[in-house]
């Protein structure tokens, strides 16, 4: 297999630090409101990387954090707590807000079809782990105090921006305007490891310290967490664009400095969902969530097929005319699997050079949208049906469509008896003789009342039939 590492800029052979495993780490949601589809177009895609994966033959640890404490809004060390803010907001306690939105992120994976990692770690169950590494950090002389806190010491490095080759905006992410400097830091790249003081005199979750009550900083969770559950090599640490720097590129400072060693080979960076007016975030715009395509009538499956008709190194544009497409290209795949016939024997022979090339598309960078043709080129193909379902199963532990289960659902919903289903067939026989007399009024006008009744009207060839809506 071949991916696109953020570290060397190139597509490299995927080699794990021991052999057929494979130890992987996702950064996971700050849980202080809902997600929105921009943030789940990273774990969607995560999502298939681990699947396939597993596919491919590899056995796959992969590890999330939650990070429920210490998440600062501009993303560095400074602007106002996250959590705090979600739970000034709601009134309620951080860790009522974190429960609430954490069952939220999960229950929202779950349509999607995103599986729960092996390991799920809130940032708050690590606490001595972090403090152990941050004192073997001032050891080594990798860190220092200063006006009560516990700062890294960029200076110390022979490298420290390792993902050069991003663009600005993904660089500037954090920084604001009239936001005021911290002049207890030696180095302006120098990030918080532990605050005892800050600006949040009401931070609501304190920990006692060699260096005094305080809490962590937001970088240090996710090198406690990986280390502590993959142990000191990584082999594929995930993440949304945006979190490269400084996010990522922390964590590789203080992970690496800690370890006496490199620490991740290959880093898998997923692009930003934008709209027409820019990146998607919670601040801007209509806040687009799950829950609220699912108000406006489109299955959650559909948006991840939005997102694998598109390659995860590619910038994707929302807009509901775009989802609608996807709509109707899903519900069409759906029909397609749904008219299969069942039973019947398996061609292993014939589906194997189907199987050799979707491990060919994915392999190859992830390449979803030729993953996706290769469903269409099974349909395609002259292979009897039980060889068809038995390869659209298979691609499908990887693409997470559930084309079956949706096509089965489909057949049961046309096979029930319609109420109404004579007065249906009357209204689409009057309207096929008004189209014999070329009165398209009359048909169109029974075509609407038929709409309005739940019925849509499928014309061909061969005649029109009808389904419920």
Not at 325 to 353: M, S
Not at 371 to 384: E, I, P, Q, R, S
Request: hydrophobic residues 35%; negative net charge.
């Amino acid at each position: 297999m071949k991916l696109y590492n953020s570290i060397t800029h190139t597509k490299d052979e995927f080699v794990t630090h021991e052999p057929g495993k494979v130890s992987m780490y996702t950064c996971g949601p700050t849980v202080y409101h809902f997600a929105h589809i921009g943030n789940l177009r990273s774990y969607i895609m995560e999502d298939v990387l681990e699947k396939f994966l597993r596919y491919d033959g590899y056995d796959v640890k992969r590890v999330m954090n939650i990070t429920d404490v210490g998440h600062l809004t501009s993303d560095a060390d400074e602007g106002e707590d996250k959590m705090l803010k979600g739970a000034k907001r709601e009134h309620k306690s951080v860790m009522e807000i974190a429960q609430f939105y954490t069952d939220a992120f999960f229950s929202d994976c779950a349509k999607l079809n995103i599986k729960t990692p092996d390991v799920v770690q809130p940032a708050t169950g690590c606490i001595d782990d972090y403090i152990r590494i941050i004192t073997r950090l001032l050891e080594n002389g990798y860190a220092y105090p200063a006006g009560g806190n516990i700062y890294f010491d960029t200076s110390k490095l022979d490298r420290y921006y390792v993902f050069n080759d991003h663009d600005e905006e993904d660089l500037a992410v954090g920084v604001r305007e009239g936001v005021e400097e911290d002049t207890n830091k030696r180095n302006k790249n120098d990030f918080v490891l532990w605050f005892t003081k800050s600006k949040f005199e009401d931070q609501a979750l304190k920990w006692d310290s060699p260096w005094g009550v305080g809490y962590p900083g937001w970088h240090i969770e996710c090198s406690g967490i990986s280390m502590k559950y993959l142990g000191e090599y990584l082999d594929l640490h995930c993440g949304g664009i945006d979190n490269a720097f400084p996010h990522h590129t922390n964590e590789i400072a203080q992970s690496e400095a800690y370890l006496g060693h490199p620490w991740c080979k290959q880093w898998f960076h997923v692009h930003h969902l934008n709209t027409s007016s820019g990146k998607m975030s919670k601040s801007k715009g209509e806040f687009l969530t799950v829950s609220l395509l699912e108000e406006k009538g489109y299955d959650p499956l559909v948006y991840r097929l939005f997102c694998l008709q598109s390659h995860y190194r590619n910038g994707l544009v929302f807009s509901w005319e775009n989802l609608g497409n996807a709509k109707n290209v899903y519900e069409k795949l759906v029909a397609r699997v749904a008219a299969l016939d069942e039973g019947g024997t398996v061609d292993e022979a014939a589906a194997e050079p189907f199987k050799a090339a979707f491990k060919e598309a994915l392999g190859n960078d992830l390449n979803t949208s030729l993953g996706v043709t290769a469903l269409y080129d099974v349909l395609k193909a002259d292979l009897n049906d039980a060889t068809k379902r038995a390869l659209i199963y298979s691609f499908d532990t990887v693409l997470g469509l559930d084309l079956l289960g949706r096509a089965a659902a489909l057949r049961e919903k046309n096979a029930a008896p319609v109420e109404g289903a004579e007065e249906i067939e009357a209204l689409v026989a009057a309207r096929t003789e008004a189209k014999k007399a070329k009165n398209w009024a009359e048909a169109d006008r029974i075509r609407d009342e038929l709409k309005a009744m739940g019925i849509e009207l499928l014309d061909s060839k061969e005649g029109t039939t009808w389904k419920k809506i």
